[in-house]
């Protein structure tokens, strides 16, 4: 088989519709669009989801949820992915380096999920009870992060 030979099978390709074009081509008179009305005519169309001025059914369904727009800021570390990491001393830089949270990312913390047999230090990263527990049994230590400065907003 050559590729300058291959040909589609029989039959699967058709010469496209020529609308509008007389009444031979079975496609003429109204060229598909049947009789009057707006969809018919030239112009104007309804806009997507109109219903005919019934309520349309995305307005009908209730909201739930939403996409968060700090999504990429905030990291969540599991102790398994502390486990795996080869550096002792891990802060947000090292997180970043190793691939275990976004580089997008402002502000990390580990959640107690997985386990974590080594000793390690946690500077500048915050940690949840159970994953502060979980550090310090395997004989390592949270510094606590660094509070933020003030933006001189009601606190």
């Given at each position: 088989?050559?590729?300058?030979?291959?040909?589609p099978a029989?039959?699967?390709?058709?010469?496209?519709?020529?609308?509008?074009?007389?009444?031979?081509?079975?496609?003429?008179?109204?060229?598909?669009?049947?009789?009057?009305?707006?969809?018919?005519?030239?112009?104007?169309?309804?806009?997507?989801?109109?219903?005919?001025?019934?309520?349309?059914?995305?307005?009908?369904?209730?909201?739930?949820?939403?996409?968060?727009?700090?999504?990429?800021?905030?990291?969540?570390?599991r102790l398994?992915?502390?486990?795996?990491?080869?550096?002792?001393?891990?802060?947000?830089?090292?997180?970043?380096?190793?691939?275990?949270?976004?580089?997008?990312?402002?502000?990390?913390?580990?959640?107690?999920?997985?386990?974590?047999?080594?000793?390690?230090?946690?500077?500048?990263?915050?940690?949840?009870?159970?994953?502060?527990?979980?550090?310090e049994s395997?004989?390592?230590?949270?510094?606590?992060?660094?509070?933020?400065?003030?933006?001189?907003?009601?606190?």
């Open positions: 088989m050559r590729l300058n030979s291959m040909k029989p039959g699967a390709k058709s010469a496209r519709h020529r609308v509008g074009r007389g009444v031979g081509s079975g496609w003429g008179k109204t060229a598909g669009l049947g009789h009057k009305g707006q969809r018919a005519r030239a112009g104007g169309y309804h806009k997507v989801g109109f219903e005919g001025g019934q309520m349309p059914l995305h307005r009908r369904l209730p909201k739930r949820g939403f996409t968060s727009l700090d999504r990429d800021f905030y990291a969540e570390v398994s992915d502390l486990q795996r990491m080869k550096a002792s001393e891990i802060d947000l830089a090292t997180l970043k380096a190793e691939g275990v949270v976004s580089r997008l990312a402002l502000v990390a913390k580990v959640i107690l999920s997985g386990k974590l047999a080594r000793a390690i230090t946690l500077k500048g990263v915050a940690a949840s009870k159970g994953a502060r527990a979980a550090i395997a004989g390592g230590r949270v510094e606590a992060p660094a509070k933020p400065a003030s933006t001189g907003a009601k606190e």
